[in-house]
């Protein structure tokens, strides 16, 4: 157990190992990181209340990170809020999001400079959802690593080639996971 906790160092909640600020996930385990003044907090028995995210705006260069039906995105926009990450819903054409009146994806748009952050709460969300079913094939070789020949989504399990990504754009072939 760590107990000299920095408030403006990050530490894994499942290791207890100690990360630079910029970090957002466990090199070890993986887990999204918490704060110094979180871990304290928890410690003394009480949640501290999270800094609100900074509104969008117009001049924001948003990037997105998820695509998937409207509930599934309003749930992990919730996520997001409570990690002090603004998140924009939009969709591509008519839809009400339910998949009866057009494409019933909608894509999850955060700013660029966070894409780490909000990429490393939708893969907790993900081990959360499914914790206790198995090892799941998705998070087995997740991310996109040029030198191998396929890579695997950490969010839909998507198998694909390499060369897929390379050129283009950055983002999974079948959900639209955006890896940077």
Not at 82 to 93: H, K, M, N, T, Y
Request: net charge negative.
């Amino acid at each position: 157990m760590i107990h000299d906790i920095d408030p403006q160092m990050r530490y894994c909640p499942k290791c207890e190992e100690e990360y630079e600020p910029e970090f957002t996930s466990c090199g070890v385990c993986g887990q999204a990181l918490l704060w110094g003044s979180e871990v304290l907090a928890n410690r003394q028995g009480r949640r501290p209340q999270p800094a609100a995210p900074k509104p969008l705006t117009a001049g924001d260069d948003l990037v997105t990170v998820f695509k998937a039906p409207l509930a599934e995105l309003k749930r992990l926009e919730r996520q997001l809020r409570a990690e002090s990450i603004s998140a924009l819903i939009q969709g591509d054409g008519p839809s009400c999001g339910q998949g009866c009146c057009g494409g019933g994806e909608m894509e999850l748009l955060v700013r660029r400079g966070e894409v780490s952050a909000a990429l490393a709460v939708i893969e907790a969300d993900f081990e959360r959802q499914t914790a206790g079913h198995g090892t799941h094939s998705a998070v087995a070789d997740y991310g996109f690593d040029p030198g191998r020949g396929e890579n695997r989504c950490p969010a839909c399990g998507t198998l694909f080639p390499s060369h897929a990504l390379m050129g283009g754009g950055m983002t999974c072939p079948d959900c639209g996971l955006c890896f940077g």
